[in-house]
T-cell receptor, first 112, second 113 residues
Framework: GENVEQHPSTLSVQEGDSAVIKCTYS??????FPWYKQELGKRPQLIID?????GEKKDQRIAVTLNKTAKHFSLHITETQPEDSAVYFC???????????FGTGTRLKVLA | DVKVTQSSRYLVKRTGEKVFLECVQD?????MFWYRQDPGLGLRLIYF???????EKGDIPEGYSVSREKKERFSLILESASTNQTSMYLC????????????FGSGTRLTVV
């Protein structure tokens, strides 16, 4: 079945630097890739998503890129701030269903 | 905004007890999901439902069952709780179609002692 791998598991960056989190997926029919941010003690919230007919999407300081040939997608956060500290999850859809397969998460720490 | 309510934020139960986790949504969404979240393992799908009285197994259904008697309510049942079911349980809903995103409940942290 579908599998989504996420790296790294932890990431520390200095405030103002960029952060990149990478995910790979196994099902070539997957066509939707959301990213969720989970702050400590809170529920995961959708921050950005990308569909398979698009190679890149940007929303202010965050962007997501998708390489369908290589079956990987990445989250890019520029000019990181302390409030970006959280756990980030990538996900992909399993073709033909409504369920998401999530990556194992990346704990991002932005050091002031 | 859609509201997804999980009845308990924290729960402590004894081994062997039958445990009910409730999830209620207020927007008539068809699709409801139960995930468990464990450090280093991410979110793993237990069960999901596309409609009333309909259920499908996710990736880790063993030891769990579900009930969806009404569209707005999706219950996760631990028939006989065990210590390895200590976890954070998250309910999620989505509109028809996977590309509409999930909305999560606030989670129930269950401890089985």
């Amino acid at each position: 079945g579908e599998n989504v791998e996420q790296h790294p598991s932890t990431l520390s960056v200095q405030e103002g630097d960029s952060a990149v989190i990478k995910c790979t997926y196994s099902d070539s029919a997957s066509n939707y890739f959301p990213w969720y941010k989970q702050e400590l003690g809170k529920r995961p919230q959708l921050i950005i998503d990308i569909r398979s007919n698009v190679g890149e999407k940007k929303d202010q300081r965050i962007a997501v890129t998708l390489n369908k040939t290589a079956k990987h997608f990445s989250l890019h956060i520029t000019e990181t701030q302390p409030e970006d500290s959280a756990v980030y999850f990538c996900a992909g859809t399993t073709s033909g269903t409504y369920k998401y397969i999530f990556g194992t998460g990346t704990r991002l720490k932005v050091l002031a | 905004d859609v509201k997804v309510t999980q009845s308990s934020r924290y729960l402590v139960k004894r081994t062997g007890e039958k445990v009910f986790l409730e999830c209620v949504q207020d927007m008539d969404h068809e699709n409801m999901f139960w995930y468990r979240q464990d450090p280093g393992l991410g979110l793993r799908l237990i069960y999901f439902s596309y409609d009333v009285k309909m259920k499908e197994k996710g990736d880790i259904p063993e030891g769990y069952s579900v009930s969806r008697e009404k569209k707005e309510r999706f219950s996760l049942i631990l028939e006989s709780a065990s210590t390895n079911q200590t976890s954070m349980y998250l309910c999620a809903i989505s509109l028809q179609g996977p590309q509409n995103g999930y909305t999560f409940g606030s989670g129930t942290r269950l401890t089985v002692v």
